[in-house]
Nanobody, 128 residues
Framework: QVQLVESGGGLVQPGGSLRLSCAVS????????MSWFRQVPGKEREGVSC????????YYAESVKGRFTISRDNAKSVVSLQMHMLKPEDTAVYYC?????????????????????WGQGTPVTVSS
């Protein structure tokens, strides 16, 4: 059974930092690209970032470029999202997901096809 377990969410002040992690089990981690999505109640889920299998190319939504960094550790089957300079509009539930390919336009992450597997999500609240 494939499991994706996120951790690291919480409450942080504007301008602060958080690091999210996602541990993957039950599948061959390096066969997939790995993505982070986020969702605010009442809105569609938004693709935040993706890191490809193979060469580890990275892609980001325009709204997080320069502030978020995605990384993966294939030996540990873990994908992380380091978030800096957090803003109130970053408040959301963050989900990790496995994807067959990181869909993009240039360096911008533009997912169209649904991920293969989802985690259960971890909430991030940016508030003073």
């Amino acid at each position: 059974q494939v499991q994706l377990v996120e951790s690291g969410g919480g409450l942080v002040q504007p301008g602060g930092s958080l690091r999210l992690s996602c541990a993957v089990s039950g599948t061959t981690f390096d066969h997939y690209g790995m993505s982070w999505f986020r969702q605010v109640p009442g809105k569609e889920r938004e693709g935040v970032s993706c890191i490809s299998k193979g060469d580890g190319s990275t892609y980001y939504a325009e709204s997080v470029k320069g502030r978020f960094t995605i990384s993966r550790d294939n030996a540990k089957s873990v994908v992380s999202l380091q978030m800096h300079m957090l803003k109130p509009e970053d408040t959301a539930v963050y989900y990790c997901a496995t994807v067959r390919v990181c869909e993009s336009r240039g360096s911008t992450y533009t997912p169209n096809n649904p991920p293969v597997h989802w985690g259960q999500g971890t909430p991030v609240t940016v508030s003073s």
